[in-house]
Structure formats: C-alpha cells, structure tokens
C-alpha cells in the first residue's frame, strides 16, 4: 500500500544520527518523516553511557550551534558533569558527561515530538524504492510504501548484526533488538562497497551487589560546566558519582587461561575493532606487562542500580566474564545484570559518499553514522546533521552545505571518511584536526550559528542568545582596546602588571600570565554572570591565539585558492603523463571536484597538482 | 595538504648548472625587487640593468648586473629581479643562501614556468610542454632527493624524526587521552626531549657536510709526505696550474686553497705541508695547519707514490694518521689512499678493506676514477638537481629548527599545550619534505601502539 501523504525527507532509524538528520530537516521547513522499528528505543544510547569527551564535545558543541539535539538532551539528562584537560588550553578542553539512558532517551524523545514538521512512524524498513539511479522511499515490513525524493539511513549496527559471547553467535543489532538483515541483504546487492566492523560492550553490574566503600569516588566538577550554550544549570536533574577500580593480576589470569574462548581471539569475528578501544583480553594481552587496568565505573542512570563499567568490553563467555568481574575491588560479590558482548555488523565504505554524505550510487540516498564507519553518538549524531540538512536543501534546490576542515571538526570528520576511508571505526580526536586552534567548543557557535540561521535551522532562541554574546564580545572588545592601563594605578596593581609605561587593556591581555579569570577580578565582572565570562574568556583566546590563528588564516587562504579551481567532471587522467599509475588510479575513482580536494588524496605531490592544474585548465577552456 | 599556486617570493639558478662566464640568479614574486635591492645595497630601476655588488651582511659575494622587471612585464608575469654574477655553483649558492635568509624559498622544478602559464605568460600550446616538464624535472628531483638521503646524512634525519615523532606521540596523547592512566612526559621530560631535538638539528645542519657543502663545497685534504706527488695531483684534478710543482721537498709550506668543480661537485681543495719533522719554524707552523685542516676535512686523500711502497708502509700511515687524529673528528672511512706515480713503477696489492685508488697526475691515467670516487665519498650522483635537492633539505631543516625553538618559547612561557603541540606539527611538516608527511592516522596508531588506551 502506498502511505497517502507524500513526504520531503524520510529518515530511517531512531539513534543518534537519525533524530539529529529528521530534526534537522524538520527545522528547515520540509515535510519529514522517522521511520524506526521501535519509537521506544529513539535517542537509545547502547553503549555507554555518556556524552562528550575530547573532540566528542567539539562535536556537540557543532550540532549545538546549528539548534542540534544531542547538548540540549545532555544538559536534561546529565547526571556528573566534567571539564576535561582543564589545565591545557581552550582549543582542546572538552566537557563529559554522564548521562541518565532513561533521562536522555525522554529528552531527545520530547524534542522531537515537540519538533513542528516531523511525523514518526514506528516500523521495519525492508527495502528502498528505487527508479533508475534515484531513490524515491522505502518499503516497511507490512508492505508500507512511503515517498519522498530524500532518504537518509541511519541504521547503526543494525544492518546484518551478529552478537558474539564466547563461542555463541545469534544475529543482533543491540542486545535485545533485532537486525535488519533484510535491509542488509537489499543494500548488499546496490552498488556500494561493504565491510565488516566490530565493537564491543561490558558486561553491566547491579550496583547493590558493589562494594563502593572499597572505591575510588569520583566527583562531578563544581562549578558544574553546561553542554549546550543555551542550556542552563538548572534543568540538569540531580547529580550522582562515578567511582574508579582496577583489574589485577588474578583478572588477567583468568583472562589468559580463557583467551581462545574468546570471540576475538578465536577468529570467529572477521570484523575490525577499535584500537582506541580494546577489548580487556585485548589489553591484557598487548599490554602484558600492565598489572592493573584502570576501570570506570558509571552510573546507567537515577532510577536503576544497573552500572557501566568502562574499560571491560569483552567477548569471552560469560563464565568467565563473571570470574574475572569478581576479582576486582569492591566486586568480590557482583552480580552481573546484562553479559557483554561484541558485535559485528556491516558498514559501507565512505568512499563512496560525496561531501554532503549523498551516496555516489544514487540519487537522493543519503547515510550517516555508523553505517559510515563511525563510532560514537557524537560522530552519528554531527553526519545526521549534515545529512538532514542536506536532504532538505536538495529538497528545497539549494547546493549542499559542505563544511571545510577549518570551519567545523564535522568537516574533518566527513573529509576524512570519504578520502580515506576507514578500516576500524573512526573515532574523532582533535590531533585529526590540523586547525584545532580555530575548531574550539568555546567559538562552535561564532563558527556556526550564523550559517545556520541562513540555512534556517536556527530557532528564535539560540538566534537571540547568540546575538547577545556578539554584542557584548564587540563592545567588551572596543572597551581593552580603548582602555589604558597606567603604571602604578590600581589596575595595574590588580593586574599584577608592573607596567613602565601605559597600555591598552588589549595588550595586558596578550601576556600568558594575565588570565580572563584574573581580569574578571580586577575589573569587578560578575562571576555568576556566565554570559559575560564567557564573553571574557572568547576574548582572551582570541587575544592570546592570535598569532598562531593569523597563521592558519594564510593556510587556509592558500585552500580557498585551490578550492576555486575546479577539476572538470570529464578530465581523461589516463591521458596525462607525468602522474604516477597509483595517482592517476586514485584520481580517477575519486574524482576530485576541485584542485583543493584532489591536494587532499594521499601520495599527491606539488609537481602532479600543477600538471593536474595545467590539464584542469586546458580542458576547461576547449 | 598538498600545495601548489603560491605567490609567494621563489628563487633559482636560471643558468644551465657548472662553470659558465655569467650565472643568473632569478627571483619572482611578491617582494622580489625589495629583497633585491637588500642584497645589491642599491635601487633598482625598472628594466634597466644595474651594476652593483652582491652583498649579505658583510660577505662580499659576487659583481653582476641586477634587472628588475615590474609585474606583470616580466617572464612570470610577476615581479622579477634577475642577479646576473659570475657562473660557478658555489658563489650562486651563495647567493641563493642569502636570498632565503631573506624570505625566499627555492623554487620547486618548473614553477617559473607554471606561474608563467597561470598568469597568462605562456600559451595553451604551451601549457603541455610545461607539464611535461614539471613532469621529468620533479622526477629527476625526486630521484636527486633519493639520492641525497643515503648513509649519515640519513641516519642523522631518521633519528631526528623519530625523536620528533616520539615527542608529538607523548604531547598528542596528553591532550587527546588525559582521563587515561597512561605515563606522559612530564614538562620537564619535554623540556629535555626539545633541548634534544634542537641539538640534533643544529649538529645536522651545521656539522654534516651538507651544510658546509653548500657554502664552501666539501672540503679534501691533500696530505702526504713530501715529494709524494700531491701539488701535480691537484693540478691535474684542477686541469691547471693552481699550485706550484717542484721536486725540492718542503716547497709548499702554507696551505694552499683552491676552489674547484669536479663534474659538478664544488670542492675545496686543501693542499697542505708535508706532513714531517722540521726544524724550520715555518714549515712547522705549516705542519701544525696541515693538521688542522685534516681534522675538518671532508676526505683525506692520503697521497702516497707507487715507487718503492710497501703495504706495510700504508698501514702505518693510516696508523699514524689516526693516532693524531686524538679528537676523532673523522672517521677513517674518509681517508682514500691515493698511490700516484703508478708510471713510474706497479703499486703493491692493497687489501680490500683499505679505501685506495692508484693513479699518475702525470699522464692522467685513473683521475677520472678519482673524480668518480670522490663523488661516491660524499654521495654526490653527477646531476644537476643534486645540488638543489641537498639545499632544499637544509631549507627543511632550517624550517624545522625554527619551529623547535618556537616551541621550547611556548613551553617557557607556559603557553597551553596544544600551542606547543601546534609548533612541533609544523616541525614536523617541514621534515615532510624530506621524507613524507607523517599523517594524524600514522600518530594515533602510535599511540595506540605504545600506551594501553581504551574504555
């Protein structure tokens, strides 16, 4: 049967890639559509428990400045709160939270269904409509066809999944959900490459069978950070504890004299895991001469005694995940309340997506996610993003938004994948990010925002929020520019300048030992008015970083240079010599649209960019 | 990332590489006429040919002609300043050398011509022969490159970047990985790891021969003692009559220097005293400057005459040589055994491992061996862009080594990290050059690889 009501963008799944990409589109006006196979699961966090992190929070803070879901939920659902790498400087400080599942799964939930545009429908999705290279919808279990010249999928580990304990398999996208092996199966005989990952989780603990006194406690941070730069200290619910443990040798006893039955190590998993995030039998056997691991034990939320404990993913039977759970201080007496696991499933290779993540193969078929190779909430929730709003501007006939590496740590993250590829899932740090200085959280919105109030994905509120930081930055701005300090006054004095002569407020600024927070004393600024520590703060790096962000600025100039040179679709590259038979294979498949992108693909040199631009030229002006 | 249409200010030798009566230095881009007009201490006039001295600091460095083609009448459509001095490699390397202490960079093989094309200076015709051009010069580039980076040079750069990298693993997994229980340098540790860093180039650039090669050409001792043939073996390396040749022992007491081309390797020959006792003041003094220069030198050419030699009597003068040599500024390998005199009577059987080669300056015979050897001896291949290349990795270096001590300036600032972070990137961006770029992916894989990460 064909659904009655025609739509603009169907997106199909309900994690964190799917609700930030059907929101999106949402927001921007055009007729959307979620498809999930269970409304209950939307904005589910199957792994751990927490959102943020370094780079992750970068992230956040992104689909935070374009009116995203993923910070608003955080900062509803967040129950310990943290500012990572405090000491180091604001380009790589990071907030992480831990978050309530229930808590957060309402939020995203509410969102959306308080989101105007955005209809939800909860059913399997079978196959994908298609008419020549173009997509037109999709096909549900019971034979539901729904229209629209826009899909993105979203469909996480769901797509083929396989769940590993021991030696035991049973087809899984999450334990307790189903796969979609049909979807899996359809997509599998389209024309995109496919491989095989795998990730893994930690058997989960019931917290009343924990000895916490025996622990190491770890506080939230006071004062407490928000995640969203709308969001307010108030709306976070009540605040809990994480605490620390250790495995010790007797857990990497068992572990050894288990190793070959575990998954992994048997070889019954041909998928690739993260090296970032290793399986306990994993680290215990690379990193042999470690005698303790360090275990984070995280709350899964207020109302459950059911807890987290990162750093033991593991795919060894659950005999043995039990023995080796026990020998940990403080859970001599545990009791394990889910059993962990590793789950393979299918990704498709990135490669085969263009900037705006639409598939190569055909039209009007977006991904985002982990069916991209991704790991992480934050990573699926920043390519839903993009892809949502580039359903919706196709829709609407506007060009794709296709955000450069130095404007958003999202465009990193979508240069890499679609260049390179990926061959474990791809995590985001900020050492991926050679303009790290520009891509902080603290300037996500200044970056961001207005883009995306010409892209009308901007509401009212974060609209007038952010035009108030502007203007107060612009005025404080004028103010240490136009203030002098002078020697031996009391500024100076609260300053502890020691000046010889007068200086702008600016200047003192610049020295390192002159801190935002130190000026906020000494020029009597409110502490508790965060708008204008904030405003403070901006200042100071844009101040401090100055030098090193002029620097980059001439980098990136030379970029846009190239970026305004544009490959003709049809240049032949097997005609030009002078290019390696590697370089002209690459070239060809990937086809670069600019000569900024071709600089981008691995092995090119200086010499083959100018022979490409010479040919680019010629053939353009035939 | 990979660049290309700069404008900014490039430099080369325009003339065909060698000895020639005139060497074009050419510059282009923004700047050139000011850098120029540094170097000549005159203002330069629009196409009209000045003649000036070519000056950097207090260093007299040639006399030419300067002309200054304002953009976009000039060859490159940019601005152009061409120094017309006296051919040969070494005094244009100078030159060189000044103008990147000013602001330049080399050129890259063809960007004269690539800039020529993009700014409209060359047709469409043109524009194939162009890429085919940047096409064989770059791979011939590529190949001198390759070539450069053999024995200790190369040692001494894969020990600085991995020295580097070790560095950036221990910064980049601080900043990335803090929340993990993993053993990070402390400041101090990376304090120490920079002061390292900063000796390891600072002894590459200024000690290996590379450094000094481009400046003065590698330096050849001629010892050996007296009557031995030494002055006419230099002659006939020269091919003319550069130092006086008699057969009084003793008659060249000071040293002697020339500067010489050897198929296109600049060579600074040093013909020194005869290594012997004397009681005469002068050639003592001589003696004792003999010894000096052996110790600096690139190559010893220990010059010893067929005629009655004995493989014993080698042994001892290598022996001999050594035993002075008590600060071991050179290793023995740079000491080739030179048996002249080879007409005048059969050379003893030398053992394999004795660097030796037998020749007579008289007639001539096995020079061109010699020339072949000591091209080997500093790894020199017999091509034009050789040259470049090695001045291109000392650009790297330089590059880099600003970047090392902009980083131990943030660092005892106490800058944040990942400032510090952001000099030692473009440390290792410059390095690049020499040996490829070492990509984010490759540095998180080491840090993977060398601390247990994972939650």
Redesign the interface.
Known sequence: MRYPEQFDVIVIGGGHAGTEAAAAAARMGVRTLLLTQNIETIGQMSC?PAIGG??KSHLVAEIDALDGVMGRATDQAGIHFRV??SS?????RAIRAQADRALYRNAVRRILENQPGLKIFQQSVVDLLVEGDRVVGCKTQMGLDFYAPCVVLTTGTFLDGKIHIGDEQQPGGRAGDAPSSLLAQRLRALPFRVGRLKTGTPPRIDGRTVAFTELEQQPGDNPRPVMSSIGQRSEHPQQTECHITYTNDSTHQIIRENLHRSAMFSGAIEGVGP????SIED?VV??AD?TQ??I?IEPEGLTTTELYP??ISTSLPFDVQLAFVRTMRGFEQAHISRPGYAIEYDYFDPRDLTYSLQTKALEGLFFAGQINGTTGYEEAGAQGLLAGINAARKVQGESFWEPRRDEAYIGVLVDDLIN?GTTEPYRM????A?F??RLRQDNADQRLTPLGVDMGLVGAQRRAHYEEKMGQLQALKLKFAGECVMPGSDLDGALELKLRKETTLLDALRR??VTADRVAVALSIDTQNELAVNVLRQLEVET??AG?IKRQDD?IA??R??EA?QIPAELDYSS????SNELRQKLDQQRPES?ARA??I?G????????L???A??VA?I | ??????QDLICAIATPPGQGGIGIVRLSGVGAKQVAETICERKLVARSAVYCQFVHGSEHLDDGIALWFPEPQSFTGEEVVELQGHGGPVVQQRIINALCGLGARLA????FS?RA??NGKLD?AQ??G???L???T??AAARAALNTLRGDFSNKVNVLIEELTRLRVQV?A????????IEILEQAGVVNALGSLDKILTNIIASANQGRLLSNGVQVALIGAPNVGKSSLLNALAGEDAAIVTDIPGTTRDLLKIDLLVNNLPIRLIDTAGLRDSSDAVEQQGVARARAQIAQADIVLLVMAAPDLSVAAVSQQLADLKAEDQEEQFSSARVLVVVNKADLALPPDLPEEVNHITVSALTGAGIDQLKTKLHEFVGFADESTEFSARARHVDALKASADQVAAAQLALH???????V??EL?LAQHYLGSITGDI???D???RI??EF????
């Open positions: 751990n370094i780079g990572l790498n180091k400087g604001p380009a790589v090296r970032y995030c290793p680290k690379r990193f470690k691991h360090q984070f990162n750093g390179l740090f900020t050492s991926r050679e790290r200085l390192p030992e401090k970083y090193y980098e030379k970029i240079r190239h040179m030009i010599d002078g290019l000569l600089a981008r691995q090119m040199t200086p010499a083959a960019l100018s022979i631009l010479i040919h030229k010629k002006s | 990332m990979t660049q290309v249409l700069d890259r093989p063809g960007e690539e094309f993009h469409l524009a194939e162009v890429a085919d940047i096409a064989s770059s791979e980049e601080a900043i990335d990985f803090p929340d993990e229980e600032d106490g800058l944040a990290a990942e400032l972070a952001e990137a990509s984010a992916d540095l998180l894989g993977f690889s247990c990460i994972g939650k």
